[in-house]
């Protein structure tokens, strides 16, 4: 039988077997700047992926800048270390409030509700310098997390929502904009800081090295991780001499803080986020594709497109729902390591290691520089591997960097403590972009639902983490630092066994076979 060619009035044409608009043949035709030109759906979707990046770099930005403001937020609202880390608390607490929002990105316009969150962001961005009541800057922090964390949820949704099973690329630069924005965010802050911080009773200063070092074990447990990092940015930062120290020791002469400046820079920038996508208010966030089920009847002709759903192998609910709580968990690992390195590793290259307070902080530098290279590269190196492989690849080099850190630091191994904390940075840094786009790809779509699970337990890490290690590296050895990381990265080994495991028994949810039936 000939294929007969079937035209309807919106330029839709059905030749035989197959399905041709103006918009699919432009896509097959020519280049990305043709498809650009000559592909609404196309033009939209790199439209809104400039929006999402634009606002994944804010995210990291006034993540950035949470660390290197917090002394000059103890000025302002008059509190020592101890009290002040309320903040921060507040902050992560905000951060799980705010992940729940994504049961409500699914019931609602999800271009209004990123632009909603961006905006009311930047406003509480804007009200934090400001607010020099210690109740009132608790309150400011736990809404700023609660808006960065629905921020943070959208956008990731949004993301796999744009792009689908193409989005792997896609959202591995959009971590690499985070870290972008987390890397010059402080950069900004610095030259509105104060040239001197407040430091609370029990501050002890190391002559030798001129620097300031907070007894932890005047810290309360349930500080959140950026406490320790505002911790180590002050030791980094401020240099005096003994002279200058309060008979007290409790506050140094004070310089008038400019960190509003930041602030309203920082606020700006987020909430010209949030006014982008108002833009797109009026338009689904779903975009035109040919996954998409198209009924298309025609007055002329009786013609009708039936699309079904299959998958290569049948999947219970039971075991997709496992599969989410597993990635739940891995989450969960990936920020107590990501973050437990972070945190802890200037400190243990103070008291373990005995290096100065300088190479101390470089270390850290080390290791987010090269944990940004690593997602630079992902952008690349997922386009020619397989999701599992890489997550194989890199959990195994994981293990590998923490056990040889670890004996290198038995042995008290300069070098070798250099080369693993960069080798440990690169190591992780495309594993969560990489295990959420797998299981977008083959468990269940990442959108609001699930993005808050995902977000919600990765959240736990830096609640769970920085308790457990300053009790150990306190009471016992610095050594336990090594010993709980190199733990959560074989726990992560195992939660990789398990998405191998369910990857053999869950169906991709996105194979859609179209069948198409032109009767004349």
């Given at each position: 039988?000939?294929?007969?060619?079937?035209?309807?009035?919106?330029?839709?044409?059905?030749?035989?077997?197959?399905?041709?608009?103006?918009?699919?043949?432009?896509?097959?035709?020519?280049?990305?700047?043709?498809?650009?030109?000559?592909?609404?759906?196309?033009?939209?979707?790199?439209?809104?992926?400039?929006?999402?990046?634009?606002?994944?770099?804010?995210?990291?930005?006034?993540?950035?800048?949470?660390?290197?403001?917090?002394?000059?937020?103890?000025?302002?609202?008059?509190?020592?270390?101890?009290?002040?880390?309320?903040?921060?608390?507040?902050?992560?607490?905000?951060?799980?409030?705010?992940?729940?929002?994504?049961?409500?990105?699914?019931?609602?316009?999800?271009?209004?509700?990123?632009?909603?969150?961006?905006?009311?962001?930047?406003?509480?961005?804007?009200?934090?310098?400001?607010?020099?009541?210690?109740?009132?800057?608790?309150?400011?922090?736990?809404?700023?997390?609660?808006?960065?964390?629905?921020?943070?949820?959208?956008?990731?949704?949004?993301?796999?929502?744009?792009?689908g099973r193409a989005s792997l690329v896609f959202y591995q630069a959009y971590q690499f904009l985070v870290s972008i924005g987390g890397i010059l965010s402080p950069l900004v802050v610095a030259p509105f800081l104060g040239k001197s911080a407040h430091f609370p009773m029990g501050t002890d200063f190391d002559e030798s090295n001129g620097v300031i070092v907070q007894n932890t074990t005047s810290l309360n447990s349930s500080n959140s991780v950026e406490l320790s990092n505002a911790i180590y940015t002050v030791m980094a930062n401020v240099t005096?001499?003994?002279?200058?120290?309060?008979?007290?020791?409790?506050?140094?002469?004070?310089?008038?803080?400019?960190?509003?400046?930041?602030?309203?820079?920082?606020?700006?920038?987020?909430?010209?986020?949030?006014?982008?996508?108002?833009?797109?208010?009026?338009?689904?966030?779903?975009?035109?594709?040919?996954?998409?089920?198209?009924?298309?009847?025609?007055?002329?002709?009786?013609?009708?497109?039936?699309?079904?759903?299959?998958?290569?192998?049948?999947?219970?609910?039971?075991?997709?729902?496992?599969?989410?709580?597993?990635?739940?968990?891995?989450?969960?690992?990936?920020?107590?390591?990501?973050?437990?390195?972070?945190?802890?590793?200037?400190?243990?290259?103070?008291?373990?290691?005995?290096?100065?307070?300088?190479?101390?902080?470089?270390?850290?530098?080390?290791?987010?520089?090269?944990?940004?290279?690593?997602?630079?590269?992902?952008?690349?190196?997922?386009?020619?591997?397989?999701?599992?492989?890489?997550?194989?690849?890199?959990?195994?080099?994981?293990?590998?960097?923490?056990?040889?850190?670890?004996?290198?630091?038995?042995?008290?191994?300069?070098?070798?403590?250099?080369?693993?904390?960069?080798?440990?940075?690169?190591?992780?840094?495309?594993?969560?972009?990489?295990?959420?786009?797998?299981?977008?790809?083959?468990?269940?779509?990442?959108?609001?639902?699930?993005?808050?699970?995902?977000?919600?337990?990765?959240?736990?890490?830096?609640?769970?983490?920085?308790?457990?290690?300053?009790?150990?590296?306190?009471?016992?050895?610095?050594?336990?630092?090594?010993?709980?990381?190199?733990?959560?990265?074989?726990?992560?080994?195992?939660?990789?066994?398990?998405?191998?495991?369910?990857?053999?028994?869950?169906?991709?949810?996105?194979?859609?076979?179209?069948?198409?039936?032109?009767?004349?």
């Amino acid at each position: 039988m000939e294929p007969t060619a079937c035209n309807n009035e919106n330029g839709v044409s059905l030749l035989g077997n197959g399905i041709q608009t103006e918009s699919t043949e432009a896509t097959k035709t020519g280049g990305a700047l043709y498809k650009y030109r000559n592909n609404s759906s196309y033009r939209r979707k790199i439209q809104l992926s400039g929006c999402i990046g634009y606002l994944a770099f804010t995210l990291g930005w006034v993540k950035g800048q949470v660390g290197p403001s917090f002394p000059d937020i103890l000025q302002i609202t008059g509190t020592d270390l101890e009290r002040g880390s309320a903040f921060i608390t507040s902050f992560y607490v905000g951060r799980i409030v705010g992940s729940l929002s994504g049961v409500l990105y699914d019931r609602c316009n999800k271009h209004a509700f990123l632009a909603t969150v961006c905006i009311a962001n930047g406003i509480t961005v804007a009200l934090i310098p400001w607010c020099s009541m210690f109740e009132l800057m608790v309150t400011v922090y736990l809404f700023h997390g609660a808006f960065a964390a629905a921020m943070d949820v959208g956008s990731t949704a949004a993301s796999f929502s744009v792009w689908g099973r193409a989005s792997l690329v896609f959202y591995q630069a959009y971590q690499f904009l985070v870290s972008i924005g987390g890397i010059l965010s402080p950069l900004v802050v610095a030259p509105f800081l104060g040239k001197s911080a407040h430091f609370p009773m029990g501050t002890d200063f190391d002559e030798s090295n001129g620097v300031i070092v907070q007894n932890t074990t005047s810290l309360n447990s349930s500080n959140s991780v950026e406490l320790s990092n505002a911790i180590y940015t002050v030791m980094a930062n401020v240099t005096m001499n003994r002279s200058a120290v309060d008979a007290k020791g409790s506050e140094l002469p004070i310089e008038e803080s400019k960190l509003y400046i930041a602030y309203c820079i920082a606020a700006v920038l987020v909430s010209m986020s949030g006014i982008l996508f108002i833009v797109f208010c009026k338009t689904p966030m779903e975009p035109e594709s040919e996954e998409d089920e198209i009924f298309i009847q025609s007055k002329e002709n009786s013609t009708k497109m039936e699309i079904e759903t299959t998958s290569e192998r049948d999947s219970s609910n039971m075991a997709r729902n496992f599969a989410i709580f597993n990635i739940c968990v891995f989450s969960g690992l990936y920020t107590a390591v990501e973050l437990g390195m972070g945190n802890f590793l200037t400190v243990f290259c103070l008291r373990h290691m005995k290096w100065s307070k300088l190479n101390s902080v470089f270390a850290v530098s080390i290791f987010y520089l090269l944990f940004m290279v690593g997602r630079l590269f992902g952008i690349v190196i997922v386009k020619f591997f397989k999701s599992l492989k890489l997550l194989c690849f890199s959990m195994i080099m994981s293990i590998i960097s923490f056990s040889v850190l670890l004996v290198c630091a038995y042995y008290f191994s300069d070098i070798g403590v250099w080369i693993c904390t960069g080798a440990a940075g690169l190591s992780i840094s495309i594993l969560f972009p990489t295990a959420i786009s797998w299981t977008n790809k083959a468990i269940a779509p990442v959108l609001g639902t699930v993005s808050t699970l995902i977000f919600v337990t990765s959240y736990v890490g830096p609640f769970i983490n920085p308790p457990l290690l300053s009790f150990l590296m306190n009471s016992y050895d610095y050594m336990w630092f090594c010993y709980i990381l190199l733990l959560e990265c074989v726990l992560m080994l195992f939660t990789y066994l398990v998405m191998v495991w369910l990857g053999k028994k869950s169906s991709p949810h996105l194979d859609i076979v179209h069948k198409v039936e032109c009767d004349k």
